[in-house]
């Protein structure tokens, strides 16, 4: 069976723009939540400027249970919660509310891991210049952490659109979607070519952005 | 300006404690240069940074312009670290920001109106002779320019009180002395009243006027660096003059030296300006002694003459009696019979 091009470009089109819209829609969300746990995890971490225990234990055991689960069993897993807050499990939409879920865990951790190995002194210096946590989280913290911070979203970008396809498997679109419906169902290996090409061809554009972005806040 | 009161600061658990600073009370005037000497380990970095409640003590009171530290609510304390700069052994700049950025990070803190910012910016880049590199970032710069980047940050708030902590361990030491010399101008043109910690005793001899010995968590002499200096009492304080002083000979040495030599060897300790006259001279003249200088040195030592020399003295042994008894009165004077004397 071979597939009718004129019609099935178009498809091509639309399915590569619903995986970009799920990867960046998913990318700002969870830079968002994965920002503010990650600073939440590494300022109430043991000996930092708002120790708190519990905080930190329970942010690190969400971490710690939510990453290891396979992407494709979470996302079958939570999807009762998903009906629940986006009104369906189906499409677009319904892919990128358990993916924004993991990739914010992810990101803490991303966040957590950058913020640790800011050098200690550089927080003591500021802290001595009688500035407050507020002021040391965001005017020093976030800043010295952004270049690799950056280098960590891009990583994460990538695993989203892999993330993406996947979640194209259980009914999100995508190019996963189309892949699946009319590349592996229907035998046709030109499909899943094209298909392959174009993710790969994504992901070299994120990690080429990411490379350039970092760059100019890397400093040491 | 600065003064501990039985300060004690403990780690740790409580059954298993690590004292840093035990029953440490000093004081600090206004406007000199204090310098805490100490090995590794021996809590001054502690000390130091219980001034600026970086560590909080755990024993005793502080007290900086007259206000106990420990008693101030956390946003006066935040107000009173405006008032003291700090200065740090491996730089601490933020490395994201220009070299302009990090001066002006203490000033956005503070408040500082917008339109002077610049200004005064340029004014301490100027006075720590970085004027050219506000826009590099501190990657970018050597060791002894990331210092002078640190001081003009610390300096940033106008501050009554620099804190320094190890500031010159990690510059080689021709940097070291441009920054020692630059802390020396930060305390005669602004008035500041440093307060420094190091384990290297060229730091004290060079800028200090009072200095404390730490080890293990307490301070085992203090005082005047010239008297320091000229009359050490415990053995740390000698090891750290030693350090600098170059005044004992190794044993091969001195074995060498009595070979060679059949004179009788002397060490004359020169304090308090007494080098300044020809004594050594008219007292071997007066008895006919001859005397060979073999080793030491004289240095300045805050504006005073201070050294140390190993003399030969060859003559008999009345002579030489007579010259002893007469220098015995303006040196110190002993003879040299191992490497430790």
Not at chain 1, 11 to 22: A, C, D, I, N
């Amino acid at each position: 069976m071979k597939v009718d091009w004129s019609t099935f470009g178009p498809r091509l089109l639309e399915s590569t723009g619903q995986t970009l819209t799920m990867v960046l829609v998913t990318l700002v969300v969870s830079s968002l939540f994965g920002l503010i746990l990650g600073l939440l995890l590494f300022v109430t971490r043991k000996g930092n400027i708002l120790e708190n225990r519990i905080i930190f234990m329970i942010l690190n055991l969400f971490i710690n249970i939510i990453r290891p689960i396979p992407f494709i069993i979470f996302l079958v897993t939570i999807s009762p919660v998903t009906r629940f807050v986006i009104g369906t499990t189906i499409g677009t939409w319904a892919a990128v509310f358990p993916m924004a879920i993991v990739a914010s865990f992810v990101i803490a951790r991303v966040v957590e891991n950058n913020l640790v190995s800011i050098d200690p002194g550089i927080i003591e210096a500021a802290k001595a210049m009688g500035a407050n946590w507020f002021q040391i989280v965001f005017g020093v913290l976030v800043l010295e952490a952004l270049g690799p911070l950056i280098l960590g979203l891009t990583f994460i970008t990538v695993a989203l659109i892999d993330f993406s396809a996947m979640a194209g498997t259980v009914g999100g679109g995508g190019l996963g979607h189309l892949a699946m419906t009319y590349g592996y169902q229907r035998f046709d290996s030109s499909v899943m070519l094209v298909t392959i090409v174009i993710l790969i061809i994504l992901v070299q554009i994120a990690q080429f952005l990411g490379n350039r972005i970092s760059r100019k806040f890397l400093r040491r | 300006m600065i003064k501990f009161e039985s300060v004690g600061k403990t780690f740790g658990p409580k059954n298993k404690p690590i004292r840093a600073v035990e029953d440490v009370s000093l004081a600090v005037e206004k406007g000199e240069i204090y310098g805490v000497i100490g090995y590794s380990g021996a809590g001054k970095s502690t000390l130091l940074r219980l001034v600026n409640l970086l560590e909080r003590p755990t024993e005793g009171r502080i007290l900086v312009n007259d206000r106990d530290v420990t008693e101030i609510s956390s946003k006066e304390l935040r107000h009173l670290r405006r008032r003291i700069g700090m200065i740090f052994q491996t730089f601490n700049l933020f490395n994201s920001r220009t070299v302009f950025g990090n001066v002006a990070y203490p000033l956005k803190l503070g408040g500082y109106p917008k339109h002077q910012l610049k200004q005064r910016v340029e004014e301490l880049l100027r006075f720590v002779g970085l004027e050219d590199k506000a826009d590099q970032y501190p990657e970018q710069l050597s060791g002894g320019q990331k210092q002078r980047v640190g001081i003009a940050r610390a300096l940033a708030t106008s501050p009554d009180i620099l804190i320094c902590d190890e500031a010159t361990s990690a510059l080689d030491p021709e940097t070291t002395n441009e920054i020692l010399k630059l802390l020396k101008k930060v305390n005669e043109e602004y008035n500041i009243t440093i307060l420094l910690i190091t384990h290297e005793m060229h730091v004290i001899r060079s800028i200090c006027d009072r200095v404390a010995v730490m080890e293990q968590g307490r301070v085992i002499e203090e005082g005047n660096v010239f008297d320091l200096f000229a009359n050490p009492q415990k053995q740390t304080t000698q090891n750290f003059i030693g350090s600098v002083q170059n005044d004992k000979l190794s044993p091969k040495l001195l074995e060498k030296l009595k070979r060679d030599h059949k004179g009788r060897l002397f060490r004359i300790i020169y304090k308090d300006g007494i080098a300044s006259e020809p004594i050594l001279s008219r007292a071997t003249k007066k008895y006919d002694v001859d005397f060979n200088i073999i080793y030491g040195s004289i240095n300045e030592l805050q504006g005073k003459l201070f050294g140390s020399l190993i003399v030969e003295f060859t003559a008999e042994n009345g002579k030489i009696n007579e010259v002893i008894n007469e220098l015995g009165e303006s040196v110190e004077f002993r003879e040299v019979i191992d490497h430790e004397s």
